[in-house]
T-cell receptor, first 109, second 116 residues
């Protein structure tokens, strides 16, 4: 079975502060990991995926297979980063995309 | 853009009623999914389909059924709605792996269903 855990339901930081949204997963094979974001009144959309090793809107995420983690980080948070963030896992069979419970990020001015 | 469209956007229904949520897509993707979103529980997969006539249960399929009428359409039915099915429902599509790279999932805007 595959599982994704996001331990924080809410994360509140001030503008300019570093941000780390935690994601841990449980999967026996080699998963693909993603971060999806949902801004207010917008659709859920892909933010980044571990395979691409890219930085999107200043966010990065590194897959740590030893710790089974895929934490999302940004060195300096902006107010427009306020949103709901979901970590997601796709198993090797490429069928089920499993989401974590989500973390609401609030960036205060 | 409206590549993935869900109807209705909001619905209030009574306990015991049958209700259908519809999803259509113009992206030409072969895979379609239904999720429900509950506060603190994230998105949980109800059903998914990889092609017409292909239906697979997700983690919370009890009380739901689906129909893949065409590649572009995937409907979710609640045969006899109950209050704990009150949630935000999302349809999503994705494409088959190409070159080993999974294509991202594209989501509809959601249907807010309230069962009273």
């Amino acid at each position: 079975a595959q599982r994704v855990t996001q331990p924080e339901k809410l994360l509140s930081v001030f503008k300019g502060a570093p941000v780390e949204l935690k994601c841990n997963y449980s999967y026996s094979g080699s998963p693909e990991l993603f971060w999806y974001v949902q801004y207010s009144r917008q659709r859920l959309q892909l933010l980044l995926r571990h395979i691409s090793r890219e930085s999107i809107k200043g966010f990065t995420a590194d897959l740590n297979k030893g710790e089974t983690s895929f934490h999302l980080k940004k060195p300096f948070a902006q107010e427009e980063d306020s949103a709901m963030y979901y970590c997601a896992l796709l198993g090797e069979a490429g069928n089920m995309l499993t989401f974590g419970g989500g973390t609401r990020l609030m960036v205060k001015p | 853009d409206a590549d993935v469209t869900q109807t209705p956007r909001n619905r209030i229904t009574k306990t015991g009623k049958r209700i259908m949520l519809e999803c259509s897509q113009t992206k030409g993707h072969d895979r379609m999914y239904w999720y429900r979103q509950d506060p603190g529980l994230g998105l949980r997969l109800i059903y998914y389909s990889f092609d017409v006539k292909d239906i697979n249960k997700g983690e919370i399929s009890d009380g739901y059924s689906v129909s893949r009428q065409a590649q572009a359409k995937f409907s979710l039915s609640l045969e006899s709605a109950i209050p704990n099915q009150t949630a935000l429902y999302f349809c999503a599509t994705s494409d088959t792996r190409q070159g080993g790279l999974y294509t991202e999932a594209f989501f509809g805007q959601g249907t807010r269903l309230t069962v009273v």
